[in-house]
């Protein structure tokens, strides 16, 4: 989460001072790691309404799909990132 202010907050002294963050998206997520899990957890209970309920989770696939030149959803399309 630190990087993420330090991010912010080096994009507003550089580029744009009234930046502000619309939502956060979940990515390269996976459940069944514990610690992934919690920090979802503290990332929802810190940001509250900003955070988007949609999560994309890890998936093979969405690694395969840049190396075809092509979107996940036509690599894949019953696969969990396409899905996502």
């Excluded at 907050?9 to 009234?18: A, F, I």
């Excluded at 930046?19 to 997520?29: A, D, K, N, R, V």
């Amino acid at each position: 989460m630190n990087e993420l202010f330090s991010t912010l907050e080096l994009v507003r002294e550089r580029l744009n001072p009234g930046i502000e963050i619309l939502g956060i998206l979940t990515t390269l997520f996976d459940k069944r790691i514990r610690v992934a899990r919690e920090f979802l957890q503290q990332i929802r209970e810190y940001f509250h309404e900003k955070v988007f309920r949609t999560v994309i989770h890890q998936n093979s696939k969405l690694y395969e799909s840049p190396a075809h030149k092509k979107p996940v959803q036509v690599v894949a399309p019953s696969s969990q990132g396409a899905k996502d």
